[in-house]
């Protein structure tokens, strides 16, 4: 009876790693394939895309300031991002007005925003029932490809989203952290917050991870779960009170005008429905739509609950992090550009990439419960079911209006005539100053929008005078024009 029991649970083992073997197999080629959809989908969007506005802008004043304390220090719009200002001056200085590295390091974010919640979702053993959909909708969301349109917004919207990941990666680890995890955590946020300071609000999302981990994975009861938690943080904590200490006391401000607490809920509300949900499913904003796409959260909510009702704790902290993030979206944008800002899909990148991690967590298996294996039929109901989401997904990405180019002639092509021109100029030659095309740069970047700080961003450090002593002027389209009566 003895080796009956032995010889079962033996072929118990076997048909187990044998299932397993299978599944990670398949989940690894959609990785692949996941992988690749992400490229094809940042550099199709992306080829149409060029620098435009605050790029110009943040260009302008790195090559004015230079690398020195001040520059660092100086705010984006009342914020304090040192590291932020530091990546614009470190681009401009290696790859001046080229916008292929930009291209290049967008797809290497995506890809690292894939592979961080893949290992993440491994980790906890999410099967690919939980993956492959996951990887997709990061691989090919509109949301991703609005977020890229800009790379003023994508360098702290994206960068500050992986750093966020990653901290989730260390704080997602099963068991104790221990003071080189807490540290380590605390690092990441200093990294995110510094380019973004809406990271700051990350502290919510790694509390809520790291009590789970204790009352899931540790058995603690609640409060000492929280406790726990909190411990953890305690060098993130630091971090968050430095940081928010410097803005405090320095002089960090927009002055935009505030919304009151109606109007921050209904952006609030207006955020979470016609730009999250909206963007990340491609499903628009139809009433369909919508109902659509909180009927998968709820069924992702209920799923997840019901594999252990602790997870509760994962869902209240993201419910947290997302009306805190939105809020301070509305607390910025609300009155200046009405509700109509809650749409912008480019806002909550960081709000689907934390959801979907999320999900991954909470709906990965206990420990201890073993692998089902999936049928060929399964697995091709899957890959399916996956395909015609991720050719929905690019469909709806491709739609993406590219808000920026209204005018004309495209900024790249403004660029690239200019850039000829000015190589051909001969010595002795001015140039008069003038207001570079609102294309280019809009009319609220004035006075950094005159020739005379454009320029110098092209490394052309010739002369800028006056439009009636110049001998040649810039025309709309970023040809050089002779001025009638200029001396040769």
Not at 306 to 317: E, F, M, T
Request: hydrophobic residues 55%; glycine residues 8%; charged residues 15%.
């Amino acid at each position: 009876m003895y080796c009956i029991r032995t010889d079962e649970r033996k072929k118990s083992r076997h048909v187990t790693v044998i299932a397993r073997m299978r599944i990670d197999a398949g989940v690894n080629w959609w990785l692949v394939f996941a992988l690749a959809l992400s490229a094809v989908a940042i550099l199709r969007e992306s080829r149409a895309f060029y620098f435009f506005s605050d790029d110009y802008l943040n260009f302008i004043i790195a090559e004015d300031m230079g690398f020195s304390r001040a520059y660092l220090a100086r705010d984006v719009f009342g914020q304090f991002v040192p590291l932020y200002r530091f990546c614009f001056l470190a681009y401009w200085h290696v790859f001046g007005l080229a916008f292929w590295p930009f291209r290049v390091c967008s797809v290497a974010v995506c890809w690292a925003v894939i592979a961080i919640t893949w290992s993440i979702g491994r980790h906890w053993r999410a099967g690919p029932v939980v993956l492959l959909p996951v990887a997709t909708v990061l691989a090919c969301s509109p949301v991703f490809v609005t977020c890229v349109q800009w790379m003023s917004a994508a360098l702290s919207v994206s960068g500050s989203t992986v750093a966020g990941l990653l901290a989730l990666a260390v704080a997602t680890r099963r068991g104790p952290l221990g003071w080189t995890g807490r540290i380590a955590i605390a690092a990441l946020l200093l990294v995110g917050v510094t380019l973004y300071p809406k990271a700051l609000f990350s502290v919510v999302l790694i509390w809520s991870v790291r009590a789970f981990v204790a009352a899931e994975e540790m058995e603690f009861a609640t409060g000492r779960a929280a406790f726990a938690a909190t411990i953890d943080l305690v060098p993130a904590m630091l971090v968050a009170v430095g940081y928010a200490a410097v803005v405090h006391f320095g002089t960090y401000t927009n002055g935009v005008a505030r919304p009151d607490v109606a109007t921050l809920l209904a952006f609030v509300g207006a955020g979470w429905n016609h730009g999250l949900l909206a963007g990340a499913f491609g499903l628009g904003t139809s009433v369909l739509a919508l109902v659509v796409g909180n009927c998968v959260v709820v069924a992702v909510l209920s799923a997840s609950v019901v594999r252990s009702k602790r997870r509760w704790i994962l869902w209240l902290g993201f419910a947290a992090y997302v009306v805190v993030s939105i809020g301070v979206i509305g607390w910025n944008r609300a009155v200046p550009f009405g509700l109509a800002a809650a749409q912008n899909t480019r806002y909550y990148a960081d709000v689907l990439c934390y959801g979907l991690v999320f999900a991954t967590v909470a709906l990965a298996p206990r420990r201890g419960t073993p692998a089902r294996p999936m049928s060929a039929g399964a697995w091709s109901l899957l890959g399916v079911v996956c395909f015609v989401g991720a050719s929905h997904l690019l469909v709806a990405a491709s739609r993406v209006p590219h808000l920026w180019y209204a005018g004309p002639e495209k900024p790249a092509r403004f660029v690239e005539k200019l850039s000829l021109a000015l190589g051909t100029l001969e010595p002795g030659e001015t140039i008069g100053n003038a207001v570079v095309p609102e294309y280019v740069m809009p009319g609220w970047t004035f006075p950094l929008n005159q020739y005379r700080y454009f320029l110098p961003v092209f490394r052309f450090y010739g002369r800028v005078v006056p439009m009636q002593d110049a001998t040649q002027a810039v025309t709309e389209t970023g040809e050089l024009r002779r001025l009638r009566g200029a001396r040769r």
